[in-house]
């Protein structure tokens, strides 16, 4: 398996832009995870999906995110306008339970909004 | 809400020395505790694990163990090596509202120097 796929692996954008991150989770994996890290906060979890519905996505910072699911090997994490404090690395993760320890991360994206 | 406090880094030490990287937890419930390893571009792994209070999780000679009476979970090898050089974070896991909840620290880095 080629574990986590995430795409692109770097984006630079200017600010005002919208941005879009991917994420393929493994395959059979009903969990998936977005998560955020900086290095003022560590690493937060965004949201999480459970068969493609979100089910906590109480760690979104604000409007300007959303997150979607439309089918079981697909998810895109959307900033809308971004802004600089936005930048960060955004991980996704999958995996076959809700555990943190079964979860698999894929390798990041690294996004800088300028 | 949940918390945890990792020590500040970078830690550097030369090969075959000693490692400790302080972690202290607050939580509501009675969480698990983990310890994740992050390689330079890679998505964190998961290290070691320990469930319950006085449980030693241990994994390629890192060990830590869960201290209920101090909120403690550090980790420690007894010789480092290069390879061991990455960041090091800990994570604590708990229910709340009914759904599962992981809280990141912000990160140990650790450098090894040959």
């Known amino acids: 398996d080629a574990g986590v796929i995430q795409s692109p692996r770097h984006e630079v954008t200017e600010m005002g832009q919208e941005v879009t991150l991917r994420c393929k989770p493994i395959?059979?994996?009903?969990?998936l995870f977005w998560y955020r890290q900086t290095m003022m906060r560590g690493l937060e979890l965004l949201i999480y999906?459970?068969?493609?519905?979100?089910?906590?996505d109480s760690g979104m910072p604000e409007d300007r995110f959303s997150a979607k699911m439309p089918n079981a090997s697909f998810s895109t994490l959307k900033i809308q306008p971004s802004e600089p404090r936005d930048s960060a690395v955004y991980f996704c993760?999958?995996?076959?339970?809700?555990?943190?320890?079964?979860?698999?991360f894929g390798p990041g994206t690294r996004l800088l909004v300028l | 809400g949940d918390s945890v406090t990792q020590m500040e880094g970078p830690v550097t030490l030369s090969e075959e020395a000693f490692l400790t990287i302080n972690c202290t937890y607050t939580?509501?419930?009675?969480?698990?505790l983990f310890w994740y390893v992050q390689y330079p571009g890679e998505g964190l792994q998961l290290l070691l694990k320990?469930?319950?209070?006085?449980d030693k999780g241990s994994n390629k000679g890192f060990e830590a163990t869960y201290r209920k009476e101090t909120t403690s979970f550090h980790l420690e090898k007894g010789s480092v090596q290069v390879s061991d050089s990455a960041v090091y974070f800990c994570?604590?896991?708990?229910?709340?509202?009914?759904?599962?909840?992981?809280?990141f620290g912000t990160g140990t880095k650790l450098q090894v120097i040959p």
């Open positions: 320990a469930t319950k209070a006085d």
């Open positions: 395959s059979g994996h009903d969990y």
């Open positions: 993760a999958s995996s076959l339970t809700v555990a943190v320890e079964t979860q698999y």
């Open positions: 999906f459970n068969n493609n519905v979100p089910i906590d």
């Open positions: 939580a509501t419930g009675y969480p698990s």
């Open positions: 994570a604590l896991s708990d229910k709340s509202g009914g759904y599962q909840k992981v809280t």
